[in-house]
């Protein structure tokens, strides 16, 4: 009778090195975060005075509440505005565009697919002085409608190029499936290429609603009157001839920065899955 060997437990060694890089690089990433937070609860004068490593010693909401005073809500309501719009164009157009692409065997439809790629290559610094001409002429300068556009436009060949590597990810045999039952490109499309490509368009939202939220080139050619600032705009009310009102600057950083991070909380893993099938087949 044989007896068997007793099995040794292998214990891991703690990686001392990897905790203390984790540690250097958390104090690199929480030390803006804590000097941002801390400061909004801080007067101008108490900021000035003791820095902006120093605890609050007045605690004070006067920075939220004189943001919104000085015409915040109006940037905030803007900016909500735009990027709604903007995220709904692109959910609008570029879905049917990319399932057109992809099922598409012509020409025509691989000529649109380069169109698209070669947007990709085309910065909008090159080419804002005939968007201001057009927007001009077409009536929509200093309206919001004329930042909506061109903002969606830009945004529409990354979204294309994202949502066509998640739609490839489909495999041809259920296509053929639904195909054989006798269903209609369009219950196709709406009925198995929509639900199974949630990953890419969870993707294109967050891209688009943060490239629309973050804008800055077009709110500042595109508009001039303070009924169409957006926040990107609005923060440089916080400078003037005298200085910079710090403690109120970063406030409305803080305000500006919340929605788009719940946001990105919320879709941050359909995001990371939408980007690994840009690569797609």
Known sequence: MTHAAPRTVRR????????????????????PLYVMLVATFQSRADYAANGPLSLPRHFTLDNYIDDFNNGFGQYFVNTVIVTVCVV????????PLAYAI???RGRLTSGVFRLFLLGLAIPAQAVIVPMFYVISQAGLYDNLIGVILPTAAF?????????????RDITP????????DGASPRRIFFRLVLPLSRSGLSTIIVFTALQAWN???????LTQSA?????????????TEHGVDIPGLLAAVVLSMLPIL??????????????MGVGGK
């Open 102 to 104: 992809v099922r598409g």
């Open 155 to 167: 945004a529409m060949p990354v979204c294309t190029l994202i949502l066509t590597g998640s739609m």
């Open 88 to 95: 709904g164009i692109v959910l609008l157009l570029v879905p």
């Open 262 to 275: 719940i946001v990105y909380l919320f879709a941050r893993r359909a995001l990371v899955q939408g980007l």
């Open 173 to 180: 045999e259920l296509y053929e499936a639904m195909t054989m």
């Open 12 to 31: 891991e060694r703690p990686n001392f090195l990897a905790g203390f890089g984790s540690l250097i690089w958390l104090f690199l990433v929480g030390l």
């Open 227 to 239: 009924s169409t600032k957006v926040i990107t705009m609005g923060l440089y009310d916080f400078q």
């Open 215 to 221: 804008g800055f080139l077009f709110p500042l050619v």
